[in-house]
Structures are given as structure tokens and as C-alpha cells.
């Protein structure tokens, strides 16, 4: 089983930038694949981004391409996502997400989830 938990979330005007940690319990930290993803209010789910299991590649979706940073520390079992420009329309309940094959955006195919933390960007 494994446990996720995120934090990092705020307030913060328009342009600004927050870290978002998401920390795991477990042993095999390194073979899970990692995402965010987020929730605004009245929307559906949707993929923000993605770290897989034992190489690290990366993906983004299109919206947050070159302003947000995913990345992992295996032995904090820590993975961050650092945003920066942050624009209105990035607000929403973010949650980090975990699964024991490779990357995958669809939220439906994740198995483990955290609690989510709140982000408000005002303009």
C-alpha cells in the first residue's frame, strides 16, 4: 500500500511561483510513476504532469509546458512540482497520484491518491 500526502499549496498573485511536495510511504518509491493533477471547481480532473518509474522521463500537458518542473528525490521519497508564472486559470485542487507501471495521463488508471492541496492564483 502506498500513502501519498502533498503540501505546498497557498496564495499567490498572478506571475508568481509555488513548490508543491508530494511525499510516499513505502519501500519501492522508485518504481512508482508519479503525477499531478488538478481540479478546478465545475471542471473535470486533468493531467498537469507526470514523472515515470526508474528512468525519470518527464511529461507535461501543453498548458504548463515551460512553466512547471516536475522532479523526484528517490531517497527523500519526495516528488516536486515547482510552478512558476502562475496564471489564474492554474487554480484548482491539485493532488498527486501514483501507479506501479508507466506513464499514463488518464486519471481513471492511477491507484493511489493523496488528500490534494489548494492553489489560488489571483489576477
Known amino acids: 500500500q502506498v500513502q501519498l500526502v502533498e503540501s505546498g499549496g497557498g496564495l499567490v498573485q498572478a506571475g508568481g511561483s509555488l513548490r508543491l511536495s508530494c511525499v510516499a510511504s513505502g519501500r519501492t518509491f522508485s518504481s512508482l510513476t508519479i503525477s499531478w493533477f488538478r481540479q478546478a471547481p465545475g471542471k473535470e480532473r486533468e493531467f498537469v504532469t507526470a514523472?515515470?518509474?526508474?528512468?525519470?522521463?518527464?511529461y507535461y500537458a501543453d498548458s504548463v509546458k515551460g512553466r512547471f518542473t516536475i522532479s523526484r528525490d528517490n531517497a527523500e521519497r519526495t516528488v516536486y512540482l515547482q510552478m512558476n508564472s502562475l496564471e489564474p486559470e492554474d487554480t484548482g485542487v491539485y493532488y498527486c497520484?501514483?501507479?506501479?507501471?508507466?506513464?499514463?495521463?488518464?486519471?481513471?488508471?492511477?491507484?493511489?491518491w493523496g488528500q490534494g492541496t489548494q492553489v489560488t492564483v489571483s489576477s
Open positions: 497520484a501514483a501507479r506501479r507501471s508507466g506513464y499514463s495521463s488518464n486519471w481513471n488508471s492511477y491507484d493511489y
Open positions: 514523472i515515470s518509474r526508474i528512468v525519470d522521463t518527464t
